[in-house]
């Protein structure tokens, strides 16, 4: 990204941004596999690539320096993918992932269900009631825009929130107010929580959708290190007038095929037995894209 005056750092390879994810997506399995409680693993693994190029390629951040007011802001509208995103920023030194394990989902804990910037410091907005991201970020970016801040403003949001009204008046309020410092991320993984997204809500033509609302559109393989990579690169200046989507075709569940497309696992535990072989399917998973994974037969209920 371009634009601001605060230098992201450590500048990572594509492979390199692959392996961090395949990080990722271990210690989420291995944080499934401690915690009593269910985790929404399977979104978590869908947006799992995305939030690893956002912290470690793509966002304006400095760990050490989180006040800075070049910084580039990112808000979590799937607020219950938070765990994917306090495990995403330890890795990049915000905090411990020790810390993330040992007390998430506790009482007064840091690192609840859905973030919430008050208990963690780093965390831009507290988040989960679908359909707010977006709204805040355009608030955020209009902001930016009156105070003279060259700082992007980006948001991650599931394409089942996008369901919702407010999701497209923020939509129809960033083009109109020309906010080019916006950009958002939609986890374009198909899936409800309790069904596929066709079968409830008409998405398709899904970008099309975007395209009508005066936005800049780049589709990408959200499981391709590298799309999401020339993705970031490419968007255009936050000076621009048109604010930008990316929306990333994704498998929820991705990387463990039990779960991949699988509505069981849009929340879960994983006793002994599953976590090994949770980890054994990830394993063999590497290098695949949101292309290889066949749509799945299963139309079980969520758990």
């Known amino acids: 990204m371009t634009g601001a005056t605060l230098d992201i ?19 989420l399995l291995e944080l499934c596999g401690t915690y009593e409680g269910a985790v929404h693993i399977g979104g978590d693994l869908s947006v799992a690539d995305i939030l690893t190029v956002l912290f470690h390629h793509g966002l304006r951040v400095d760990p050490d320096d989180i006040a800075n007011p070049a910084r580039d802001r990112f808000v979590l509208s799937k607020g219950h993918a938070a765990v994917c995103m306090y495990i995403a920023m330890a890795m990049r030194g915000f905090f411990s992932y020790d810390e993330i394990v040992d007390t998430y989902g506790q009482l007064d804990s840091a690192y609840g269900m859905h973030p919430c910037k008050v208990q963690l410091p780093g965390v831009e907005a507290s988040t989960g009631s679908l359909g707010h991201g977006l709204p805040l970020a355009v608030g955020m970016a209009l902001s930016a825009r009156h105070r003279g801040e060259k700082h992007r403003v980006v948001t991650l949001l599931g394409d089942g929130e996008t369901g919702e009204g407010s999701v497209w008046e923020a939509v129809m309020a960033g083009r109109s107010q ?126």
């Open 178 to 303: 020309k906010l080019g410092n916006l950009v958002a991320f939609v986890d374009r993984n198909r899936q409800l929580m309790t069904s596929f997204a066709e079968e409830r809500v008409m998405f398709e033509p899904y970008p099309d959708k975007w395209r009508a609302f005066g936005w800049n559109v780049i589709e990408v393989d959200g499981h391709d290190m590298a799309q999401l990579v020339d993705a970031i690169d490419r968007l255009p200046d936050p000076d621009s007038d048109v604010p930008t989507v990316v929306v990333c075709e994704t498998v929820k569940g991705k990387g463990v095929d039990f779960m991949e497309r699988n509505l069981a696992w849009h929340a879960g535990s994983l006793g002994a037995d599953d976590l090994s072989r949770a980890l054994a399917a990830l394993d063999a998973s590497r290098g695949t894209t949101a292309a290889d994974v066949p749509p799945a037969d299963t139309h079980e209920e969520a758990r």
């Open 9 to 27: 750092g450590e500048r990572h390879s594509v492979g390199e941004l692959t392996d961090l994810a395949y990080e990722l997506r271990r210690k």
